[in-house]
């Protein structure tokens, strides 16, 4: 067994924490969008509110990659 096959099987052997992770992280999108169009948006708060969402895109698309790659190993 290789170096990287030992590594994706321990991270894979938590992949139901990063289910929840993915979760998480898309509640906190959706709640992201959801203050962006019921609130008040001065030019700070906007561009805070596309780093946040930048923040969460690539976490959710890191996560979304690791889950991919552990339901690619699963037999």
Same mark, same amino acid.
């Given at each position: 067994?290789?170096?990287?096959?030992?590594?994706?099987?321990?991270?894979?052997?938590?992949?139901?924490? $990063?289910?929840?992770? @993915?979760? !998480?992280?898309?509640?906190? =999108?959706?709640?992201? %969008?959801?203050?962006?169009?019921?609130?008040? +948006?001065?030019?700070?708060? $906007?561009?805070?509110? @596309?780093? !946040?969402?930048?923040?969460? =895109?690539?976490?959710? %698309?890191?996560?979304?990659?690791?889950?991919? +790659?552990?339901?690619?190993?699963?037999?």
């Amino acid at each position: 067994m290789n170096a990287s096959e030992e590594f994706w099987d321990i991270l894979c052997a938590y992949d139901s924490y $990063f289910y929840l992770m @993915l979760v !998480v992280v898309t509640v906190m =999108g959706v709640l992201n %969008g959801a203050a962006m169009a019921l609130g008040e +948006q001065s030019e700070g708060a $906007f561009v805070v509110s @596309l780093l !946040v969402f930048g923040i969460l =895109g690539l976490t959710g %698309g890191g996560l979304a990659v690791v889950l991919w +790659q552990c339901n690619r190993r699963s037999p």
